[in-house]
């Protein structure tokens, strides 16, 4: 049985997970899905590390390999030094989970107990699971509304019902799969400072989320994963220097054509331009490398048209996610 | 190009989506367990409950009670099942905010579903016919197929008023589940109506399926046509009463359902 | 070991739970079972009827239901959680798979067990209909020996609800063989002969014959040998179900179904 030391809360090595579709009713043909194409990863203990990437680039499947619900094809994975494969059993006694959304729980019950009967699968002794509850359910704001039946639970409050069940085990590592989905403000910003809370108190926090802005405020390091690979990994001002000369030139305007927008591609220095439709006006986003020299010759290219306000700015993680994202398509 | 054919063709894609889409069975395994061996099973059952009761001569009265009767599976598990899946999908209030033709909508679902049930009953019959030998020479059987049909047509009446109350109530796969087996006791499947308590016989002429059933044993004893076809018109008034009925009652629903914002409650 | 007993019960309360609020488990329970004790008195109990069909005409309906509600039940239960998207949160806890469907499916034989209460009410308040003669002690020891053919094969089968999706169209297609082929309804012997092998490798059928002989005064009473048939055969299914459950473990891990309603 492989072990490894437990210098690493979790270790990746060229894992690789493919899915098996059939597509057709009476002749059924075999589709191959790859989700992983070989990825490695290390995250360090007591680290709040993020794994963005689009929808279906592989988060989820990354999530579930190391959380021990799929096998994996090919490669190998550590959580705490214990391989996700072949010790199963002891890798779950240690870890949480939280997949979140509206599913995952039982309706008919109430919070207390949903806690309570995950607190017995997971082999809590009862004064423990009493005592922790209680705790939890003050710390998640659940308090007062544990006897309710989940089907009358807002959104925000099942999430935080799952996030509680995810800690019942106070486990040392958690995976949180896009854990603010759905939420208003508020509520994600409160879930956010939480999450915070527990990396600081020394657990191992991996989460995958497609929100910029919240991995780029909470996590240490992140990963960025595109159609099963990963693109790039470092901490969020290392990822924002990969786009370090680039820019973000934004103006608003209204009635831009398409001829326009499609002249404004052709210029030098231009990576990418977006329109975003906004009342009447429209917002263009122009990523270029040379934001300073844009804004001269965006006079000219523009003649005729009346500009509503004109800026540019550094660009943020998101940036530097859509021109990784967009680099390796 | 006319539009007639368009509609014609809209109606088919979607009756073949929407019956896909909801039923578990809509694959080649779960369609064998659930279409086939659960039929062919039931009649089995019956019809050695009926041979050990009443001798080996009572084997086509069960097997022809039962093959009826799981023609009504389809009539009113496709309709009443169609909204009952609907709601569990989340795609209840979508389907109610479209524009779609609501009765179209509904009945195209039925539609298959009597296709579905003619074939299930075909299976049924002929394999319980070959298990037991049963004797089918004095058979008029393009009548016993009419009569396959109309028992499909006014079963999916009763499963139409029925399934407009699954807009309301949560679970309406067990209303479905209670009106189709009732018809079990109430239907003269296995044993004669008059059998019945006298306010039970009451109802059993109230539903669709006593008629047909009665139809279909004197279609298969070789029966007298006009015989066959007043009882045939009968099933038909009673199913056509129930499916108008379900109809105004779905409607009426429908705008209660929206009040009470009850499509999506889970 | 405690902690795997207490999550066993927790499995099991928390399943009665969810039947007591579910509208669907009285299909399982008090429909099907009453409805088809109504048949079976219908037709056992017809005018003329002879005294051996008494007692099928008495148990038949309660035999039915409760096979009915231990035999899917457990598996309904499985569905339920794939359909709640619980399902991937029972794989990945640290109590196996089988303690928790150990619970759920000892929740489905005491609730099957409800089946006789509609369908004796119906005999006795409905027709008129009691049994005779019952030898108590061999009945007790049958309907123990029964219970304990239906836990194995409830056992034996629930994974694979966790497996396939498709698991239950198909499993419901045999209940009622099962209920044929077991004799709940009718003794095993009125079978045709390609049945009688099929009859002979079910568990709860050995059990049934046992049951309805100790209701009847003739006829053969060999007990002893009904008894260790039907428990060896359910040993034998629970080695297999063994197997079956590493199986399911892997194989919903490979697929990543378990996440799939």
Redesign the interface.
């Known amino acids: 049985m492989s072990s490894r030391p437990a210098k690493a809360a979790i270790e990746v090595r060229a894992l690789q997970k493919k899915y098996v579709t059939w597509r057709g009713?009476?002749r059924r043909t075999r589709h191959e899905n790859v989700a992983l194409a070989r990825i490695d990863l290390t995250i360090h203990a007591g680290e709040l590390f993020g794994l963005l990437g689009p929808n279906g680039a592989g988060k989820t499947t990354a999530t579930k390999i190391l959380t021990t619900l799929l096998l994996p094809d090919a490669g190998e994975a550590w959580v705490l030094g214990l391989d996700v494969v072949k010790q199963t059993d002891a890798v779950r006694r240690r870890i949480g989970f939280v997949f979140g959304g509206e599913r995952g729980l039982y309706w008919r019950l109430s919070g207390l107990d949903n806690l309570r009967y995950f607190a017995d699968l997971y082999r809590i002794p009862p004064d423990v699971s009493r005592r922790r509850i209680n705790q939890l359910l003050g710390q998640l704001g659940l308090a007062g509304r544990e006897h309710d039946k989940v089907e009358v639970y807002s959104r925000g409050m099942k999430q935080r019902l799952h996030l509680a069940r995810g800690l019942l085990n106070d486990p040392e590592v958690l995976f949180l799969d896009e854990p603010t989905i759905g939420l208003d403000p508020v509520g994600a910003r409160e879930l956010r400072v939480l999450i915070r809370n527990l990396a600081d108190a020394g657990k191992t926090i991996f989460l995958t989320t497609h929100y910029m802005f919240e991995a780029d405020a909470i996590c240490d390091r992140i990963a960025v994963i595109k159609k099963g690979a990963v693109v790039a990994e470092g901490t969020p001002a290392s990822i924002k220097r990969m786009v370090e000369n680039q820019g973000v030139v934004e103006f608003e305007v209204v009635g831009i054509s398409a001829d326009r927008v499609s002249m404004l591609r052709t210029m030098p220095d231009v990576r990418s331009v977006t329109v975003t439709e906004r009342d009447l006006a429209q917002l263009v986003t122009i990523q270029c490398s040379n934001p300073a020299d844009l804004m001269t010759r965006l006079g000219g290219a523009l003649d005729g048209i009346t500009f509503q306000r004109i800026s540019s700015r550094e660009p943020t993680l998101e940036d530097a996610y859509v021109q990784l994202i967009s680099e390796t398509s | 190009m006319s539009a007639v054919p368009a509609e014609i063709a809209i109606f088919a894609r979607s009756t073949y989506l929407q019956y896909?889409a909801l039923f578990?069975?809509?694959?080649?395994?779960?369609?064998?367990?659930?279409k086939?061996?659960?039929p062919v099973?039931?009649i089995?059952?019956?019809v050695?409950?009926?041979?050990?009761?009443?001798g080996q001569q009572s084997a086509l009265y069960f097997a022809l009670g039962n093959a009826m009767q799981i023609t009504a599976n389809a009539g009113i598990f496709g309709v009443i099942a169609t909204v009952a899946n609907e709601r569990?999908?989340g795609t209840l209030p979508m389907l109610l905010a479209s524009p779609a033709n609501r009765l179209v909508t509904f009945m195209s679902r039925a539609v298959v579903n009597v296709i579905d049930g003619a074939a299930s009953v075909a299976v049924g019959l002929a394999v319980t016919v070959v298990?037991f030998r049963l004797d089918l020479h004095t058979a008029n059987l393009p009548l016993l197929a009419v009569c396959v049909l109309t028992i499909s047509l006014t079963t999916a009446g009763l499963g139409l008023l029925f399934g407009s109350i699954g807009l309301v109530m949560?679970?309406a796969?067990?209303i479905a589940?209670?009106v189709y087996?009732?018809l079990?006791?109430l239907c003269g499947?296995?044993?004669p109506v008059s059998?019945l308590p006298g306010g039970l016989q009451v109802i059993s002429y109230c539903l669709p399926l006593t008629r047909g059933v009665e139809a279909a044993r004197l279609a298969v004893a070789g029966g007298p046509t006009n015989k066959i076809g007043a009882l045939l018109a009968g099933e038909l008034a009673v199913g056509l009463a129930y499916a108008l009925c379900g109809y105004a009652l779905f409607r009426i629903l429908e705008t209660y359902s929206r009040r009470g914002g009850l499509q999506e409650a889970y | 070991m405690t902690s795997l007993v207490r999550a066993a019960f927790q499995a099991f309360w928390i399943s009665m739970r969810l039947r007591f609020v579910?509208?669907?488990a009285?299909?399982g329970w008090l429909?099907?079972p009453t409805?088809?004790g109504?048949?079976?008195l219908?037709?056992?109990l017809?005018p003329g009827?002879p005294h051996s069909?008494l007692a099928?005409a008495v148990l038949g309906g309660g035999l039915l239901g409760y096979w009915g509600v231990a035999y899917l039940d457990g598996g309904l239960s499985i569905q339920n959680e794939r359909?709640s998207g619980t399902l991937e949160h029972i794989f990945a806890v640290p109590t196996p798979l089988w303690v928790i469907l150990l619970g759920k499916v000892c929740g489905s034989v005491v609730w099957g067990m409800l089946s006789f209460l509609p369908t004796l009410a119906l005999a006795y308040f409905g027709f008129h209909a009691v049994l005779p003669t019952i030898d108590a002690g061999p009945f007790v020891i049958s309907f123990v020996v029964l219970t304990f053919s239906f836990l194995v094969v409830a056992f034996a089968f629930a994974p694979l609800f966790a497996l396939w999706?498709?698991a239950?169209?198909?499993?419901?297609?045999?209940?009622?063989?099962f209920?044929?082929f077991c004799g709940f309804?009718?003794?095993i012997a009125?079978?045709?002969g390609w049945a009688q092998p099929l009859s002979a490798v079910l568990a709860p059928s050995w059990a049934t014959r046992a049951i309805y002989a100790s209701t009847t005064t003739s006829g053969p009473h060999d007990y002893a040998v009904w008894w260790v048939v039907s428990v060896g055969l359910s040993l034998a299914y629970l080695a297999g179900a063994v197997l079956l459950y590493r199986l399911v473990d892997d194989r919903a891990r490979r697929s990543g179904e378990l996440a799939l309603?």
């Not at chain 2, 050695?48 to 009443?54: D, P, R, T």
């Open positions: 009713r009476i | 896909a578990q069975w809509a694959t080649v395994r779960g369609y064998v367990g659930y086939i061996v659960l099973t039931q089995l059952f019956f050695e409950l009926g041979v050990y009761a009443a569990q999908y298990l949560r679970d796969i067990v589940n209670v087996y009732l079990l006791v499947i296995n044993f059998r | 579910s509208s669907f009285i299909l429909l099907f409805i088809f109504a048949v079976g219908y037709v056992l017809r009827a069909q099928y359909w999706r498709w239950l169209p198909v499993l419901n297609g045999f209940e009622l063989g209920y044929t309804m009718f003794p009125i079978l045709p309603a």
